[in-house]
Nanobody, 127 residues
Framework: QEQLVESGGGSVQPGGSLQVSCAIS????????VGWFRQAPGKEREGVAC????????ASTDSVKGRFTVSRDGAKKAFFLQMSSLKPEDTAIYYC????????????????????WGQGTQVTVSS
């Protein structure tokens, strides 16, 4: 059974750092993209950042550029979103997704394509 498990969220003060992780198991099809969406209370779900598993290229939404970094382990089974210089507006539940669509602007804007979501991991930025 295909499974994505997010972990590593928590609470941090503005300006702090956190890393969230995505563990992937049970996938029988190859995938091109692993990435993160987030949803803040009362807001639409938005794409945050992604990585292309073929060439390790990445993309991110403008609001996190220069602050968030996506990385992976060599075996392609665990992916990480390193977040620094966190702001209160980064507070959200963060969800990991895989896709056959290539990582880029289209994928970041395509949360509407998914029918279901996992539990995600909560990130709270507050003083």
């Amino acid at each position: 059974q295909e499974q994505l498990v997010e972990s590593g969220g928590g609470s941090v003060q503005p300006g702090g750092s956190l890393q969230v992780s995505c563990a992937i198991s049970g996938f029988t099809l190859d995938y091109y993209t692993v990435g993160w969406f987030r949803q803040a209370p009362g807001k639409e779900r938005e794409g945050v950042a992604c990585i292309n598993t073929r060439d390790n290229s990445t993309a991110s939404t403008d609001s996190v550029k220069g602050r968030f970094t996506v990385s992976r382990d060599g075996a392609k089974k665990a992916f990480f979103l390193q977040m620094s210089s966190l702001k209160p507006e980064d507070t959200a539940i963060y969800y990991c997704k895989t896709d056959l669509v290539w990582c880029g602007e289209y994928w970041l804007g395509s949360s509407w394509r998914y029918d279901s979501w996992g539990q995600g991991t909560q990130v709270t930025v507050s003083s």
